[in-house]
């Protein structure tokens, strides 16, 4: 993957910020304000103490300690309206943020998902998206903050004296320019390679709970504990090492502030020797000097976090620009279901070459059967046929119009898939068959499930339709929730049925009844089976082999 750099990933980020552009002039006015407020609490009471030592007369005791009360509530209000502001600024993005990525995966599915990378995915979508409030509400405002809060310090500065306000800037920038700029370049592939690692310990884990049954059954539990344990090393190192960065990063700051306070207080000393400014100046500017890091501490530490804030921002914005394999078409002409042809199909989903040169016509109405070895490319077909996938070479025809020029909602709707794994959501059986058309009522899923031989079952429960099922379809047998898969099938009620091994999990008796729902209850539907069955075959009228790709 190419990597963009920092600034690129701010400037993409920000961009987001347009709409909201307002309310974040609104924080940075407010967290100026508050700043100098601040500054102005350690210039009241120095100048109290200047006041009672007798070396600066500056009005009475009792106005300066109103004025300290009344700056340092005004102080915490104004600190208050700032992050509220900046609150306001980033869930508000973090929502548009987080309808775009899944308006992104709508695209990029079912191929992202039939991909590898799961866990990294759902690391993206909460711990990755979480990680950009942080940004969003903690870092753009505190670079304008800081940038113009010592702005006007440098006005007053170079009004007493250019040497003062020249050495007053280079403490700035050495804090708030140079120290970040160090540090994120020291620790910039870090922050990634620990989003990237935080991402795979997720996959891992989620592949653990999965595969719990298997990790017991064949005694892995010690290896797989061992492996998990080492990524946990892995990724505990690398924020040792960030950490350490963030620890050089702050000692380094703070030895920046005293060398730059004291520095002043030199500059501003020597410069009264020369007759070149009153001792008020010395005072002022010192006391100034002192109190006036704030914002660009702010700036300076921002870095360490900003490392893996923009690298979960990386992670997002890759997510986002993310070209789909296949691209939703929309507003072509109403097409109508057809018969099938499939011209010369080259496909593969990486490197290895799945389907070659192969060619199959389906009639409209016409119920077939494919047959063939495992891995041979049958559930790729029906994948070709959905459109999860575009072909590399050939064409895929519905009566004269090739399937890419068909609306994307169309195909769906002249489609039923019913893959080999049948996957239910955390929901009654009702819900999860009702899943295949929106609004369905209680008799239309009752009607699929009799197709499915399902309804029986459903009934012998103690809450029928409304049992839950469990997450993943866990309390229900393979049978159960293959049947579930055709009973959606049923509802959807598309003139095309593609069945992919609809009675592996089936006995005889159910096998039977729903071979007869196919033949009787949707005499008039296309139906495309792919099946290592005999019994189910026979309910085909033309059974195709299917050899590497190649029919014969
Ligand atoms: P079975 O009878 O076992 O279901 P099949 O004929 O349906 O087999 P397919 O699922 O079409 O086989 O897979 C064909 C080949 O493509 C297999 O070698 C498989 O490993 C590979 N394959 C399937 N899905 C993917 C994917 N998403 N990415 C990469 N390779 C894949
Ligand atoms: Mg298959």
Redesign the pocket.
């Known amino acids: 993957m190419k990597r963009r750099g920092g600034i690129q990933i701010m400037g993409k980020l920000i961009g987001l910020i347009r709409p909201l552009l307002h309310v974040m002039a609104v924080a940075v006015l407010l967290g100026v304000a508050g700043y100098l407020c601040a500054i102005f609490l350690t210039v009241m009471a120095g100048a109290g103490i200047l006041n009672v030592m007798g070396l600066w007369k500056f009005g009475s005791l009792t106005a300066i300690f109103v004025c300290l009360v009344a700056a340092a509530v005004l102080r915490g209000i104004l600190h208050y309206g700032e992050q509220a502001c900046n609150h306001y600024i980033a869930f508000k993005l973090l929502a548009l943020i987080r309808h775009q990525v899944f308006a992104v995966l709508r695209k990029l599915c079912p191929a992202k998902l ?2 590898k990378d799961k866990g990294n995915l759902i690391s993206i979508i909460t711990s990755d998206i979480e990680l950009l409030e942080v940004f969003y509400a903690h870092t753009i405002s505190p670079i304008v903050i800081a940038v113009l809060t010592s702005l006007i310090m440098e006005i007053f500065f170079f009004k007493y004296h250019i040497l003062i306000g020249a050495f007053a800037l280079l403490g700035y920038l050495a804090i708030g320019v140079l120290v970040p700029v160090w540090n994120s370049k020291r620790g910039s592939d870090k922050g990634m390679e620990f989003r990237t690692k935080f991402g795979d310990l997720n996959s891992f884990v989620l592949d653990s709970l999965r595969g719990l049954d298997e990790t017991i059954q064949y005694g892995c539990g010690e290896k797989r504990e061992k492996q998990m344990s080492k990524k946990s090393c892995e990724l505990d190192e690398k924020q040792k090492y960030m950490k350490k960065l963030e620890g050089t990063q702050r000692g380094v700051t703070n030895v920046l502030i005293l060398i730059f306070s004291f520095g002043m207080l030199f500059l501003s000393t020597w410069l009264y020797q020369m007759g070149q400014m009153d001792f008020q100046g010395v005072l002022l500017c010192t006391i100034l000097m002192m109190s006036s890091f704030g914002p660009v501490v702010a700036l300076s530490s921002l870095s360490n976090n900003l490392m893996q804030t923009l690298a979960s921002g990386e992670r997002v914005l890759a997510l986002l620009e993310e070209e789909p394999r296949i691209e939703e078409v929309e507003n072509q002409p109403e097409a109508q279901f057809d018969s099938i042809t499939c011209e010369n199909l080259d496909f593969a ?2 490197e ?1 070459q ?1 389907l070659k040169n192969y060619s199959i016509s389906i009639s409209k109405g016409s119920r077939i059967g494919i047959h ?10 029906l994948k070709l046929l959905m459109r999860f996938y575009d072909v590399d070479g050939g064409k895929i025809q519905i009566g004269d119009r090739e399937i890419k020029t068909v609306n994307t909602r169309e195909l769906r709707n002249m489609e039923s898939y019913v893959t ?1 794994e049948t996957c239910l959501f955390h929901d009654s059986i009702a819900n999860n068959i009702a899943v295949a058309k929106l609004g369905a009522s209680r008799e239309e899923v009752e009607e699929a499930a009799k197709k499915a031989s399902l309804h029986d079952f459903i009934m012998s429960l103690p809450q029928g339709y409304d049992t839950p099922v469990g997450e993943l379809g866990d309390t229900l047998s393979g049978g159960e929730k293959q049947r579930i898969g055709l009973a959606r099938a049923f509802l959807h009620d598309a003139p095309l049925l593609l069945l ?2 609809p009675t592996s999990n089936l006995d005889s008796l159910n096998e039977s009844i729903i071979l007869h729902s196919l033949k009787e209850k949707c005499g008039d539907k296309t139906v495309i089976l ?1 099946s ?1 069955r005999e019994s189910t075959m026979a309910a085909t009228q033309k059974v195709y082999q ?1 050899d590497n790709g190649r029919i014969s």
């Open positions: 039939d991909g989903y990486e290895e799945i063939g070895k495992s891995g041979s490319g049958k559930s790729t077909l080999q992919d091994e792919v290592h299917m």
